[in-house]
């Protein structure tokens, strides 16, 4: 089992920058990839970033060149730093881990953490 808990969502303006971080716990050893996922009212779920062993990275389109997904070494902790934030980043953002290969979402969701970009 894994367990994930988000923190760090908040609201700020267009421009603007949050950090958003994903503790996990539990069966660490086993986990392949972490990533983070976003879901804004009335649309489906969406990879926004995910982090594999050995530091290997995927970014939505919408979201190279803003957001920037680390971790600690052993996956403890993984973080999802966002700069120029648009309202269309607005969501509800969502840690997901996995123990296979690939980036489709894994077993394991947090709770979720909203994420509000408005003027």
């Known amino acids: 089992q894994v367990q994930l808990v988000e923190s760090g969502g908040g609201s700020v303006q267009p421009g603007g920058s949050l950090r958003l971080s994903c503790a996990v716990s539990g069966s660490i050893s086993t986990i392949y990839a972490i990533a983070w996922y976003r879901q804004a009212p009335g649309k489906q779920r969406d990879l926004v970033a995910g982090?594999?062993?050995?530091?290997?990275?995927k970014y939505a389109d919408s979201v190279k060149g803003r957001f920037t997904i680390s971790s600690d070494n052993g996956m403890n902790t993984v973080d999802l730093q966002m700069n120029n934030l648009k309202p269309e980043d607005t969501a509800v953002y969502y840690c997901?881990?996995?123990?296979?290969?690939?980036?489709?979402?894994?077993?394991?969701w947090g709770q979720g953490t909203q994420v509000t970009v408005s003027s």
């Open positions: 982090i594999a062993l050995g530091g290997g990275t």
């Open positions: 997901n881990a996995k123990h296979g290969m690939g980036w489709a979402p894994g077993a394991y």
